[in-house]
């Protein structure tokens, strides 16, 4: 358990309402990232954070923005949401190992988000 | 652009059969990883290959990893319900620490 929670676990919300998601952790892990999960596709990296204030796009950032103010908070946004949205977020952060070089992901329990 | 393709897609097979699941990709990895992930849950980790042709076991689990570092395989042995979920594999994304995750292949075992 790497500790990390993410609220809310379950979201309805309307097409073009701003929607934030949160992860928060309490290990002060440096990186951290929002994936989300969509039948079809798997796991697809929305954004990542390196550190505070320190974030960088992933494959299907589109729609999305983060902030990360404080090490232990991620924040997902959904600007204005739409249906193609609707899917299951996950946080995770990266535990790595020098050598060999490998990183482990370890996930939050997600959040499943209905746009209507 | 790296990829991981992983098959069967699904699987519905009885208590007691083997089965194995492959994840294949084009491009070398340092390592992958195997990660099982059960309903309404976010994936866990289930082991770590990073050196070409190494195999590991985990109780009635097998994972190979192989010899180009190009592909591994999830054999498990009679297996059981408790085995149901979605298993992905995933390998790092260029030098940074993310992960490529493969589409998933949904075990179902019944009993």
């Known amino acids: 358990d790497a500790g990390i929670t993410q609220s809310p676990r379950h979201k309805v919300t309307e097409t073009g309402t701003p929607v934030t998601l949160r992860c928060h952790q309490t290990e002060n892990h440096r990186y951290m990232y929002w994936y989300r999960q969509d039948p079809g596709h798997g796991l697809r990296l929305i954004h990542y954070?390196?550190?505070?204030?320190?974030?960088d796009k992933g494959e299907v950032s589109d729609g999305y923005s983060v902030s990360r103010s404080k090490t232990e908070d991620f924040l997902l946004t959904l600007e204005s949401a739409t249906s193609s949205q609707t899917s299951v977020y996950f946080c995770?952060?990266?535990?790595?190992?020098?050598?060999?070089?490998?990183?482990?992901?370890?996930f939050g329990p997600g959040t499943r988000l209905l746009v209507l | 652009t790296q990829l991981l393709e992983q098959s069967p897609q699904f699987l519905s097979i009885q208590e007691g059969e083997n089965l194995t699941v492959y994840c294949n990709s084009s491009?070398?990895?340092?390592?992958l990883q195997w990660y099982r992930q059960e309903p309404g849950e976010g994936p866990v980790l289930l082991v770590t290959?990073?050196?070409?042709?190494e195999v590991k076991k985990l109780k009635r689990l097998t994972f190979q990893f192989g010899d180009a570092r190009k592909d591994s395989s999830l054999h498990i042995t009679a297996a059981q319900p408790g085995d149901t979920g979605l298993y992905l594999c995933?390998?790092?994304?260029?030098?940074?620490?993310?992960?490529?995750f493969g589409k998933g292949t949904t075990l179902s075992v019944s009993s």
């Open positions: 995933a390998g790092p994304q260029g030098a940074g620490t993310a992960l490529i």
């Open positions: 995770a952060i990266s535990v790595g190992r020098t050598y060999p070089k490998v990183e482990t992901q370890y």
């Open positions: 954070s390196y550190g505070v204030k320190d974030t």
């Open positions: 290959v990073v050196t070409g042709g």
């Open positions: 491009s070398v990895f340092s390592s």
